[in-house]
Every structure is written in structure tokens, then in C-alpha cells.
């Protein structure tokens, strides 16, 4: 049963412009959520978080938003950038199980020049 | 220092052998986690050490044995593995229960098992 979907394997963007990447969650316990950047061959690398208490957190370039009524949350990269290609987890986790990260399967953005 | 280590890179053993993977990091992180993933999916969680201490094992084949000798030093011992426990291994760590919840990752160990 998994409980963090990431319902869209891939996405093409062209450089410059936004790219969102969605993620979607089933136990209501969740209370923190964060995104991870993975290259090939490379351990993730954590990239943004955001607690249950907050409905938007922001770094640079991104920004995580998070809709607790529809258990979605969204990654969103300003501008994009072809460096910025690689596969895109999202994982959530709660006090119930402090130590534990639902992962979702994982979003490979493209980034085209 | 803001990274974790994994040693080896690469590793190809046979089914009868027995090898050991090791994990370091010096950032004071008092939680250490062993993640098995396989490709084009997400990270599995094997194995958490919380505090030094063996806090989960989310049901992992004796075949895999961890070990966590001291804060700073995770090892994954490996006997009797099967070709289809080839995968990435990852390492990771966090600051600690009540501290904050970011785990960072190692590179990986790319296990080949012949």
C-alpha cells in the first residue's frame, strides 16, 4: 500500500520556465514532507521540507506547497535550469514514526536548453 | 564536514562470499539508516540505528546484518546474498529524534551479486 504517490514518471520543461512536480499522500498522520533531488549513481540529495503547520516553504528557486484538505503537495522550480534534471522524490513522515520516510516512486524532469 | 561516506563505491561478490559495507559521517547525526533501491524506484528503508541502538528492521533477511560500532560508523554485513540483492545501498543520516527529521544521503554502494 503506498501511501506517497507520485502519479507523473517523468516531465519535460524548457529552460527558464516553471517546472511543478506533484506528489499526493493518503495517512493523514504525515506532519513533514520533503523533496529529494537524485542523479544516476549518486545517493539523494535533500533539497526542501515543510512541516504540516505551513502551507508554503521557499529556497531560492524553490518552492514546496503543501494543500493539507487535499493531501497534495507541489515542488515548484523557478526558473528551471538544465542542471536541475534529474529524478525528484518526494517523502513524508510523522511523529508517529519519527525515523521512518514514505517515499513516492519518483519524477524524472527533463530540462531542455 | 556536511557529508556522508560510503565505502566501497562498487562491489561484486558471489553468492557463498561474505563482504561488508561502511558508512561514516561527522556531523554529530545521532540517527543512521540503511536504504536498499533498486532501479527506477523509490529508496527501501532496511535498517535504522537510533542513539547506537537498533530502532527498526523493516523485516530484512538475516542475510543482511548491520552494525553500528559507534555514532559516527554504520556497517552492513552481507553473507549468502542472492542475484536478486543486487541494488544501490544507500547510507543516511539525521540529526535525531525530537531534533529535525532531514536525512542526508551517501553516494551508494553499487552491490553486484553473482
Known amino acids: 500500500d503506498q501511501q506517497v504517490k507520485q502519479n507523473s514518471p517523468s516531465l519535460s520543461v524548457q529552460e527558464g520556465r516553471i517546472s511543478i512536480l506533484n506528489c499526493d499522500y493518503t495517512?493523514?498522520?504525515?506532519?513533514?514532507f520533503l523533496w529529494y533531488k537524485k542523479y544516476p549513481a549518486e545517493g539523494p540529495t535533500f533539497l526542501i521540507s515543510?512541516?504540516?503547520?505551513?502551507d508554503k516553504n521557499e529556497d531560492g528557486r524553490f518552492t514546496v506547497f503543501l494543500n493539507k484538505s487535499a493531501k497534495h503537495l507541489s515542488l515548484h522550480i523557478v526558473p528551471s535550469q538544465p542542471g536541475d534534471s534529474a529524478v525528484y522524490f518526494c517523502?513524508?513522515?510523522?511523529?508517529?514514526?519519527?525515523?521512518?520516510?514514505?517515499f513516492g516512486s519518483g519524477t524524472k524532469l527533463n530540462v531542455k536548453p | 564536514d556536511t557529508e556522508v561516506t560510503q565505502t566501497p563505491k562498487h562491489l561484486v561478490m558471489g553468492m557463498t562470499n561474505k563482504k561488508s559495507l561502511k558508512c561514516e559521517q561527522h556531523?554529530?547525526?545521532?540517527?543512521m539508516y540503511w536504504y536498499k533501491q533498486k532501479a527506477k524506484k523509490p529508496p527501501e528503508l532496511m535498517f535504522v540505528?537510533?542513539?547506537?541502538?537498533?530502532?527498526i528492521n523493516e523485516s530484512v533477511p538475516s542475510r543482511f546484518s548491520p552494525e553500528c560500532p559507534n555514532s559516527s560508523l554504520l556497517n552492513l554485513h552481507l553473507h549468502a546474498l542472492q542475484p536478486e540483492d543486487s541494488a544501490l545501498y544507500l547510507c543516511?543520516?539525521?540529526?535525531?529524534?525530537?531534533?529535525?527529521?532531514?536525512?542526508?544521503f551517501g553516494p551508494g554502494t553499487r552491490l553486484t551479486v553473482t
Open positions: 543516511a543520516s539525521s540529526p535525531g529524534q525530537g531534533i529535525s527529521y532531514e536525512q542526508y
Open positions: 495517512n493523514s498522520m504525515f506532519d513533514y
Open positions: 515543510i512541516s504540516s503547520i505551513k
Open positions: 517523502a513524508a513522515s510523522g511523529i508517529f514514526n519519527f525515523n521512518k520516510f514514505y
Open positions: 556531523m554529530g547525526h545521532r540517527a
Open positions: 540505528y537510533s542513539y547506537e541502538k537498533l530502532s
